[in-house]
């Protein structure tokens, strides 16, 4: 998916930029935990404030597909961070509550933790890179008026 940029030439008047590997470098396993914290952690604020969310408004809200958020709910049910109450009382005997337990309550702080975290230090790298960027458009200019 991403390659390895050549080695950058030093040389004055060249046309070759110098770029910091470690710009390019992604770690695939870290992406897809992150992903799916990410989402757990959606799931688990849309159910805070409306537990009685059905299934297909998860969904909705969520810009996933239905199944999609009942693989995400089991997960979340399987890990005891939700659990789910019927009403029995309800006309619509399909009608359930997810509820945050105790530990699902404490995960969705460490969630929102983690997630800060990645989104700071997600914010430094671009800024970061938007630097360079800035810095080599400077450098193309002054070299296209020469």
Do not use: W
């Amino acid at each position: 998916m991403f390659q390895k940029p050549p080695k950058a030439a030093t040389s004055s008047g060249s046309n070759y930029i110098r770029i910091s590997r470690d710009a390019l470098i992604i770690d695939a396993t870290m992406i897809g935990s992150s992903l799916q914290e990410e989402n757990h952690l959606k799931v688990l604020r849309l159910l805070a404030v409306n537990p009685h969310m059905n299934q297909r408004s998860l969904a909705n809200a969520l810009g996933v597909s239905l199944g999609k958020a009942n693989y995400c709910l089991n997960a979340l049910l399987d890990k005891g961070f939700i659990k789910m109450e019927s009403f029995r009382k309800s006309s619509n005997k399909l009608a359930y509550a997810y509820l945050l337990t105790p530990v699902g309550i404490a995960e969705k702080a460490g969630l929102t933790v983690r997630f800060l975290e990645r989104k700071v230090t997600e914010y430094e790298r671009l800024t970061r890179e938007i630097e360079v960027l800035k810095s080599e458009m400077s450098q193309i200019q002054g070299d296209a008026n020469l």
